[in-house]
Structure formats: structure tokens, C-alpha cells
């Protein structure tokens, strides 16, 4: 199983970008995949979720408005865009799978990709 995150990079402070998880090596249909960050210095935060099978979504407060995730089942992809980034945005993003439900940011999570970076500056 991998999950393999792409899409970052370094933008300006209202910029926007489009994260992508590229999920293989088996069906993610009834997981719940999501994305997290984490800044230097801090501690990993989930910022959005979707249950593959339904399509609902799940968001933390902090993007509400800014971020959508998505997914593609035909390509076993999952999006986040995030748009009007900030300085704080900055972090390292993640993508992961669970096949538990329950509130995406307090649930385990069985698979994860390796990261990719996102540096907005001011």
C-alpha cells in the first residue's frame, strides 16, 4: 500500500495550490482519507477528511472556507486545494487512510504518505 503526496512547494501569501494523494496496492472504498500538516516546531494537525465511499467531508475550523478536499475514484486520487494561503499555512502536508470511522482528527490512522511541503511567504 502507498500513498504518495505531491503538489507543494513555494508560493506567496494568498496563493493558491492543489495537494495531491495518490492512493495504490489496494481499495480504500468505506476509509476515511485525510490530510494533516505539521509546521516546524509543532504538532501534526488534521486539516481535512473525506470517506471515500460517500464522499462527506470533514474540516478543521482552522481552513473552513479555504480548503476543499476531494477524491477521484478513478484515478484512487485524493485533492486538497487549498487557496488564499497564509504564513501559518506553512507545513509540511500528509495524507493518510483509516479504515475506523469516527472524527477524522481523533481516529488512527493504518496508512501514510510521505509528505509534501507547502512554504507560503508573507
Known amino acids: 500500500v502507498q500513498l504518495q503526496a505531491s503538489g507543494g512547494g513555494l508560493v506567496q501569501a494568498g496563493d493558491s495550490l492543489r495537494l495531491s494523494c495518490a492512493a495504490s496496492?489496494?481499495?480504500?472504498?468505506?476509509?476515511?482519507m485525510a490530510w494533516s500538516r505539521q509546521a516546524p516546531g509543532k504538532d501534526r494537525d488534521f486539516v481535512a477528511a473525506i470517506w471515500w465511499t460517500s464522499g462527506s467531508t470533514w474540516y478543521a475550523d482552522s481552513v473552513k472556507g479555504r480548503f476543499t478536499i476531494s477524491r477521484d475514484n478513478a484515478k484512487s486520487t485524493v485533492y486538497l486545494q487549498v487557496n488564499s494561503l497564509k504564513p501559518e499555512d506553512t507545513a509540511v502536508y500528509y495524507c493518510?487512510?483509516?479504515?475506523?470511522?469516527?472524527?477524522?482528527?481523533?481516529?488512527?490512522?493504518?496508512?501514510w504518505g510521505q509528505g509534501t511541503q507547502v512554504t507560503v511567504s508573507s
Open positions: 493518510a487512510a483509516s479504515y475506523r470511522n469516527g472524527i477524522p482528527s481523533q481516529i488512527e490512522y493504518e496508512y
Open positions: 496496492g489496494r481499495t480504500f472504498s468505506g476509509y476515511i
